[in-house]
């Protein structure tokens, strides 16, 4: 990002470099966990619509059934994030196209604007 917006960038008042996350906000970037979170689960709707014969998909599901998995386990807390129960009812959202990336333009809109309420109740 550094890289991008040029030489050093410094606070004009304090002579410290800004944090990434004013980097983002300056490049308009999510956060490096919001993209992941993302991708994941476009991957696993992506498996799951092409059904149950598919062997990356049957994998998934192994996965989220497990108590153990910590990948099943961050995958079962984005889908109740998207209030999504259990993987049947993932398998029938999925169906319709559309229906995740307008779930996460949701999410992330939610978060910006939550985001937005922290950072004014810092300045105060």
Known sequence: MRKVVGEKVRKEEEGDRLSNQKLREMLGLEPVGEMIRQRRLQWVAH?????????????????????????????????SELGVKDVDEWMKLVKEGTWLSRALKKMSSAEAEGEEVEDQAKEL
Do not use: F, I, Y
């Open 47 to 79: 498996s799951a619509r092409r059904g149950h014969s598919d062997l990356t998909w049957r994998g998934m599901r192994k996965e989220v059934e497990d108590p153990k998995s910590g990948w099943g386990e961050q995958l079962r807390k984005n889908w």
